[in-house]
């Protein structure tokens, strides 16, 4: 069985910042996956050399909002998020198959 440890990329403000200035990139990555199985998934999908891997867990958090029935109560889910700081020279473009 294949794990899939990237789920996919962070794109915001912050996360566009961060790759200009520090050469990070962020990524959702499953819950159970260590930094080394990260550093590997990065080297193998976009063929670059890692310097480190950060990880933290975002908690799940509730929403609530309003409609015609009352109020809604939701959740989000928490997740784990992996920021990727690469070696200088290199970058990652995720828009390059658009």
């Known amino acids: 069985m294949i794990?899939?440890?990237l789920i996919r990329p962070?794109?915001?403000e912050k996360a566009d910042r961060l790759s200009e200035k520090r050469n990070q990139y962020t990524f959702v990555v499953?819950?159970?996956?260590?930094k080394i199985e990260i550093k590997k998934a990065?080297?193998?999908r976009f063929n670059i050399?890692?310097?480190?891997v950060?990880?933290?867990?975002i908690p799940a958090k509730t929403k609530n909002r309003q409609?015609?029935?009352?109020?809604?109560r939701g959740r989000k889910p928490a997740f784990?998020?992996?920021?990727?700081?690469?070696?200088?020279?290199?970058?990652?473009?995720?828009?390059?198959?658009?």
């Open 80 to 98: 784990k998020k992996a920021i990727v700081t690469v070696v200088a020279g290199e970058a990652i473009d995720f828009f390059e198959d658009l």
């Open 3 to 5: 794990k899939t440890i």
């Open 42 to 44: 990065v080297e193998a």
């Open 67 to 72: 409609s015609k029935s009352g109020l809604m």
């Open 10 to 12: 962070v794109i915001t």
């Open 30 to 34: 499953a819950k159970d996956a260590n």
């Open 49 to 52: 050399g890692v310097e480190s």
């Open 54 to 57: 950060n990880t933290l867990i």
